[in-house]
């Protein structure tokens, strides 16, 4: 089995995401570490823990850093929740976090499983970013790394060009792109070609079991708030880019180009510029991610709720 590493900051879509990985029987989850991003990192770490439990999976669980890397950033609770977990009041879990701190367990869970480590990234980059300052040969050590981030043609969903990942921590998201020589990326801009209808999720989540009745608890407000806004399909970031991690083979076209942050800019700190005309001369660091089998998207996302 594939060795998986997560590093996520739960957050509805990255609770379906690890529903998906924990369904996957080709893939051995060893941790999951934890980003504030969506909601402060107390609530991240608290729902990581309560959806091992409702899931029953026995994962160690490494909170990391609490604050982006150097500016303080902006969460996105009026999506997630105050919680990040849409608010339902549930009873806590009742294991408890590690003591290693995440960008620890990183670097070394890329050590034991040196070359053949799975690495997705769900959330902010900040725990990555610091391992990597930690050890900047930690690349070396890695498999594969997918990344949920970014969005290539500047339709971003937190500012106009910026993504809420990168723009989140711009300056972690910067020394990830640079050090590692191929980031494979699932950016907003694919999640939303990559829909499904919401009365079809509502059928899943009726027909599953008690990961679907979790889930329909935890999203409903996310889907609420974005049927208003986006209509009649539903988006899942993270669920997206974990089948990409987990089934590769269903990726229908990619494109290799270099990809940059952009640390700077008045209308424009947090966007991912990607260089599709190679102007720059810079190495193609990011393979994006375009199309993805729907259908093979959508298996993997009923077999991950029991539906
Ligand atoms: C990303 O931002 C977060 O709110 C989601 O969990 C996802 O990782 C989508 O832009
Ligand atoms: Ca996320």
């Known amino acids: 089995r594939i060795p998986l590493l997560i590093d996520t900051d739960p957050g509805v879509d990255d609770a379906l995401a690890l529903l998906m990985a924990f369904a996957d029987p080709r893939h051995e989850l060893k941790a999951l570490t934890i980003a504030a991003g969506n909601v402060g990192l107390g609530h991240t770490v608290a729902n990581a823990l309560k959806l091992c439990e409702i899931a029953g999976v026995d994962v160690p669980v490494h909170p990391g850093c609490p604050v982006p890397l150097l ?12 919680d990040g977990f849409g608010d339902t009041g549930y009873a806590p879990a009742a294991r408890r ?16 499983h040196a070359g053949r480590l799975l690495l997705v990234t769900l959330g902010p980059l900040t725990n990555l970013a610091l391992a ?22 500047g339709q971003g969903n937190t500012s106009v060009p910026a993504e809420f990942n990168i723009a ?13 020589p191929k980031a494979e990326v699932v950016d907003w801009e694919a999640v939303l070609r990559h ?16 990961r ?4 329909d608890a935890i999203s409903l407000n996310t889907r609420r708030w974005s049927a208003e806004r986006r209509g009649e399909r539903w988006h899942s970031a993270d669920a997206l880019a974990m089948a990409v991690a987990l089934a590769p083979g269903g990726v229908r076209r990619a494109e290799d180009r270099p990809l940059a942050v952009e640390l700077e800019g008045r209308l424009s700190r947090g966007a991912t510029v990607v260089d599709w005309q190679r102007r720059s001369g810079q190495p193609d660091n990011a393979r994006i991610v375009l199309d993805y089998d729907q259908a093979a998207f959508e298996a993997r996302v009923r077999g991950a709720l029991g539906a």
């Open 212 to 215: 679907a009745r979790f889930y």
């Open 97 to 112: 976090p590690q003591d290693e701190h995440a960008a620890l367990a990183i670097l070394r869970i890329a050590r034991e």
């Open 168 to 180: 989140f921590d711009p300056e972690a998201a910067d020394i990830v792109f640079r050090s590692f």
């Open 132 to 153: 990597l300052r930690l050890d900047p040969t930690l690349p070396s050590r890695v498999g594969r790394l997918v990344v949920m981030g970014g969005a290539v043609t």
């Open 71 to 82: 500016h303080p950033a902006a969460d996105a609770a009026y999506v997630h929740g105050q």
């Open 195 to 210: 829909g499904f209808l919401h009365t079809d999720v509502d059928a899943w989540l009726a027909a599953g079991d008690a």
